[in-house]
């Protein structure tokens, strides 16, 4: 620690001036966002994804539908960190299908779902956006070819994808 504000020590900065312990906050909270953000069917389920820094320097995350929180949790614990390192997300408290709280290289998440449906309810959910029920060969799959060049009608994973 060095040099004071308002009779305050104030965090050592590194080489680029930055602050080591809020690097650190948001180094987690780009290693929470980059998991959740390679789980496409997981982020596309959730509605007014949002997050924030709360008073005690944790990060709240928060979602409406999608999965429950203890889903997201055990997604986080799984997949944050490196893989030659332990788990950088640890379960910080009983989670359950509203809430759930990590500690991420030493920050606090505090994860919270607003009227979850759960990923299993999720993918058992026809739906026009949902990619994999399109492709599972029973819903249409690839369209066939006629032999005069002409083909099925355009399925609607074909709109999506502009094919």
């Given amino acids: 620690m060095r040099g004071t504000h308002g009779g305050r020590a104030e965090p050592a900065a590194d080489g680029d001036g930055v602050r080591a312990p809020n690097a650190r906050r948001y180094e987690a909270l780009g290693r929470v966002m980059a998991a959740l953000a390679c789980e496409a069917e997981m982020l596309e389920a959730c509605r007014d994804l949002a997050w924030w820094r709360g008073a005690d320097h944790s990060w709240h995350v928060e ?70 029920a399109a492709l599972d060969g029973a819903g249409g799959g690839a369209r066939a070819v006629s032999g005069a060049g002409r083909s099925a009608p355009r399925q609607h994973w074909e709109e999506l994808l502009g094919g």
Avoid at 116 to 131: C, F, Q, S, T, V
């Fill in 63 to 132: 979602w409406r539908d999608g999965p429950y929180a203890s889903e997201v949790a055990a997604l986080l614990a799984d997949r944050v960190g490196e893989p030659d390192q332990s788990a950088l997300a640890v379960p910080a408290g009983p989670a359950t299908v509203t809430t759930a709280a990590l500690d991420v290289m030493g920050v606090s998440f505090v994860l919270r779902a607003i009227d979850p449906l759960g990923m299993e309810r999720l993918r058992a959910r026809p739906g026009l956006w949902r990619l994999s």
